[in-house]
Structure formats: C-alpha cells, structure tokens
C-alpha cells in the first residue's frame, strides 16, 4: 500500500551542526512533500514544503531537497539551534489528486549545547 | 484566522462511555481530515471529507467510530463505546487545495485518556 518512510527515529547532534531527515515514499504520482516540526504538547506546524516540479527548496536555515526518480526526499537543517529540538514528521500526497496526505514516523531531533 | 479548533483540549473517561471530539476548520478551506497519533503507530489517518462529503474512511478502525461533518465550519468525531486503546492525540487537520497540491494547518490536538 501506500506508505512513507522515515529515518532516523532519532538523531542528536551538537549545536551548531547539521541535521539530515530523510524520507522515501511508494506513490509514485505523489507531487507534494510537506515537513512538520511538532514542539512538546502541539500539533505539527507545517514548516516547508516542496512540489515535484522542483528539486530544491530552501528556507533561512531549513532545505528540502527531492529526488522524484528515486522517490526520497531529505530535509536538511544547518547551524542547528537548542529551538531546533523537536520533531519532525515528512508526508507525501497520495494520489494524481493530491487531496491524501500520509506521514512518516517521525524523528526526534535532540540539539546537544 | 485563528487557526484549526479543537475541543475539548484533554479528555479523560471510563472504558465504555461515548465520547465525543470537535473541530473547527479554517474558513474557506475544503478540506478535513482527522488523524490519531500514538507511540506506537505514529500519525494515523482516520478519514478525511471534501466539501463536507466523506472521501475516505478506510483508517477508522472500528465501527466504534464514527465522523461527521455537517457543515463547512464543524466537524466532530466520536468513539462509542470507548476503549482503554483509543487512548491517543487526535488531530484534525484543515486544508485547502493550493496550486494542485493539498496544504494542511494541525489543530492543537485532543489528548484523550481511556481508562
């Protein structure tokens, strides 16, 4: 079925480094990849977003990259910050249609000071 | 706008009460959908509605479950009878189509406690 997977589970790194999230999906028509960073007690806060048509996408400190011929997807974040810490959930839309969205697992990303 | 609303924020019930989970969308967006969210399963998609219409309900688990969404402003879930595992997060997610692709703003969430 229809899935995306998400790696690592986890991932620490030292302030200031940087973090990479990658993500693989199965539907091979999906064309939207959102990230969500969701903080303890909230619910997951779109943070940036990119479409099949283009292969990067870059926000301040935040970049997504896409790689549509392989399926995967990575996020990457540099000069980590202690606000960083979080996690962060990669989705793909489902379908030509683009309305389904599935989540991967999700990582938990620890910034050690 | 002020943002997907969901309430109540916590709930905490007796194994076998029917509990009830609200939602209200962004305005002007088409789209709802209700996720659940646990340790073990991650963001789950329960069902999603168009235009007030159910698209998809395949990740309800149960018939124990059931949603509704009368109106373009409110949505509610509801779990008859409860059981200790639906303890979970419980999401609705409010979207709207933008240049093809779906964009979704998280409610805050209900945390619901079965017990």
């Known amino acids: 079925g229809e899935n995306v997977e998400q790696h690592p589970s986890t991932l620490s790194v030292q302030e200031g480094d940087s973090a990479v999230i990658k993500c693989t999906y199965s539907?091979?028509?999906?064309?939207?990849f959102p990230w969500y960073k969701q903080e303890l007690g909230k619910g997951p806060q779109l943070i940036i977003d990119i479409r099949s048509n283009v292969g990067e996408k870059k926000d301040q400190r935040i970049a997504v990259t896409l790689n549509k011929t392989a399926k995967h997807f990575s996020l990457h974040i540099t000069e980590t910050q202690p606000e960083d810490s979080a996690v962060y959930f990669c989705?793909?839309?489902?379908?030509?249609?683009?309305?389904?969205?599935?989540f991967g697992s999700g990582t938990r990303l620890s910034i050690r000071p | 706008d002020a943002g997907v609303i969901q309430s109540p924020r916590h709930e905490v019930t007796e194994m076998g009460q029917e509990v009830t989970l609200r939602c209200k969308p962004i305005s002007g967006h088409d789209y709802l959908f209700w996720y659940r969210q646990t340790m073990m399963r991650g963001l789950e998609l329960l069902i999603y509605?168009?235009?007030?219409?159910?698209?998809?309900d395949s990740g309800m688990p149960e018939d124990r479950f059931s949603a509704k969404m009368p109106n373009a402003s409110f949505s509610t879930l509801k779990i008859q009878p409860s059981e200790p595992r639906d303890s979970a997060v419980y999401f609705c997610v409010s979207a709207q189509k933008g240049g093809g692709q779906t964009e979704a703003f998280f409610g805050q969430g209900t945390r619901l406690t079965v017990v």
């Open positions: 509605f168009n235009n007030n219409v159910p698209i998809d």
């Open positions: 989705a793909a839309s489902i379908g030509s249609s683009a309305s389904k969205i599935i």
């Open positions: 539907d091979s028509a999906s064309n939207y």
